[in-house]
């Protein structure tokens, strides 16, 4: 999926861009209304994250003019935090409004959350791409660079629980309980026996990262 990033300020366009792009997406980015409208309009795009402080069109008529032919999920993020500010830009046809500053975990999962929406379902997503790195969980496959990998039952299980949510750093203990189906929260060797196979498999450490005393977290590797 391609997202497309509405931003001027170069300093927070630069961190979005990098903490979405380490999360696995794709993103265009632009810095006037004008380009916004004219990236939707060629298609191609599945989300757009705007500002309203735009140095040509202000935010809210770059929805509008967006809303006129297109129902792509907008995802509005704004300075802006007043609650007219937000009831104006969601009844001309935003779809969630972020109020700056925010974590980009929480900008994953609102994006997350918006193309569920707009895709008329609630189900599980069941294909995941994290750079070049591939998990289908209706085939349980997993390619790399489109070659395929073999992963043992619980390495899938383990890879395919990361990869709901890249970047984010899943608890020992929330592992433990949602992929082995256990309480036992004392020695993690096996845990651990797993993520080395994995890092092995995928030809580098990086690709699941460990933070120390907390967990694990699945990476983009450029």
Known sequence: ???????DDRAIADALLDGLRDNGYIVDHVVSGAEAVAKVKRGG???VILDLGLPDLDGTEVCRRIRAFSHVPIIVASARETEMDRVTVLEIGADDYLVKPFGIKELVARINAVMRRALGTTSPITHFAVGSLVIDSKTRTVSLDGL???FTPKEFDFLEYLAHEPGTVFRRADILRDVWKTTWYGTTKTLDAHVASIRKKLGSPDWVESVRGVGFALRQVR
């Open 45 to 47: 795009i599945t989300t």
């Open 1 to 7: 999926m391609t997202i497309l990033l509405v931003e």
């Open 148 to 150: 395929d990998i073999a």
